[in-house]
Nanobody, 127 residues
Framework: QAQLVESGGGTVQTGASLRLSCAVS????????MAWFRQTPGKGRDFVGT????????EYADSVKGRFTISRDNDKNLVYLEMSDLKPDDTAVYYC????????????????????WGQGTQVTVSS
């Protein structure tokens, strides 16, 4: 049974940095594409970033490009989201998600493609 557990959320001020982690168990981690999504109350989940199984390819939402970096450690079954220059609009619950990679280097922005999800971690950015 796959399990994804996010950590690292918290309350920070505008301009601060934060690193989220997602610990994954129960699946062949390096064969899975990973992603981060975020959700605010009353809205659907929005794509943040995705990384291929081997870590070679990544994509980002325009709203976070240049400020957020997604990475992974396949030896430790961890995926990270490094967030810098945080803004109040980044306030959300952040979720990590995984799906078996369709081919080497595959990434996906599509929420419906992802099969396994964590429980989320709250990030609050105060102005």
């Amino acid at each position: 049974q796959a399990q994804l557990v996010e950590s690292g959320g918290g309350t920070v001020q505008t301009g601060a940095s934060l690193r989220l982690s997602c610990a994954v168990s129960g699946l062949a981690f390096s064969r899975y594409t990973m992603a981060w999504f975020r959700q605010t109350p009353g809205k659907g989940r929005d794509f943040v970033g995705t990384i291929s199984g081997g870590g070679r390819n990544s994509e980002y939402a325009d709203s976070v490009k240049g400020r957020f970096t997604i990475s992974r450690d396949n030896d430790k079954n961890l995926v990270y989201l490094e967030m810098s220059d945080l803004k109040p609009d980044d306030t959300a619950v952040y979720y990590c998600a995984s799906v078996r990679s369709r081919y080497s280097g595959w990434t996906s922005r599509v929420q419906g493609n992802y099969v396994y999800w964590g429980q989320g971690t709250q990030v609050t950015v105060s102005s």
